[in-house]
């Protein structure tokens, strides 16, 4: 993309994580806003999965990021937000943290075979998934929502959100592969955790959770040699910092690989993970929204001391002089 255009080209990616994904994410570009001045409904290319697919769209629609965080923050948001979320009539329905399945028959043990013994990095969820029950809790209220914000089938500018098939175990970008669908059912699989959410049927395929896969993704842009990529990520640890959670670790190994392949190409990455600390505090954390008020302050100071590094200096420059081209 470099190549052929003259103007700054930024890729935006936001990962999976939940309801603490929701409100990392609204910390990391409320900050990125505060402190440079960049749009992130701006971004050339967005890649969202789970719960960074529904912000994406959110982005999309209009929202500016200033009101993701009024969320948090009780402050009011602007008449141009506003008017988006008044359209939201749908209440959102999330079950408890558990496996929803009364089966107990494994939903594409094949997975779990072929993930283990048939070559290739092992991608240890995928494989998982497979003998995990099929979950039953109906997610149509994410497609609902999703589309009440954004009503037009799929957004004018490149998004693509993850989700992964459950009988190939492949991943499958909504937005860019030929796979004909609208932002509310794109959303709900790419938000399906398995053994939870009932898989979503698209065309005749049924897909899960795109966290399966890469709970970020952010691969997928490094072939567009961008200026600038910028990953919020709720659910790793850079690696200089260390953690005992095992799925913390392999997720947090794999952005990293992620990040090698992308800046191969040239492209600067900035990153915001939570801190030990920030990890730390969500621990015995409930799904409510003072849990989520927490997350979103602290995410949002988090991003703020890394903008301030100096090995943040040239990702700055990119977001400033992008600003300057609006």
Known sequence: MREYSGMTTIGLVLSAGGFSGAAHHSGVLDALHSVTGWDSRLSDVIVGTSAGSLIAVSLRAGIPPPDLACYYTGNPMSSEGQEIIDRVTTPLKVPESSLSGSSKLPSKPTLFLRELFLGGRPRPMVAITGILPEGEVDGS????????????????????????????????????????????????????????????????KRYVDGGVHSVTNADLLAPLQLDLVIISSSSTLSSSQKNNSLSVAWNSRTLQKEIEQIRSNGTEVLTFEPTISDFSARDGLESSKKAAEDIFQRSRTSAIARLAKAQSGKARDILEKSFLQI
């Open 141 to 204: 209220s994410f497609a609902e929502r999703t589309s009440q914000i954004h009503p037009e089938p799929w957004p004018d500018k490149p998004t693509w959100l993850c989700a992964v098939d459950l009988d190939s175990g492949k991943r499958v970008v909504f937005g860019r592969d030929d796979v004909r669908t609208d932002v509310g059912p794109a959303v709900q699989a790419s938000s399906a955790i398995p053994g939870r959410f009932s898989p979503v049927d698209i065309n005749g």
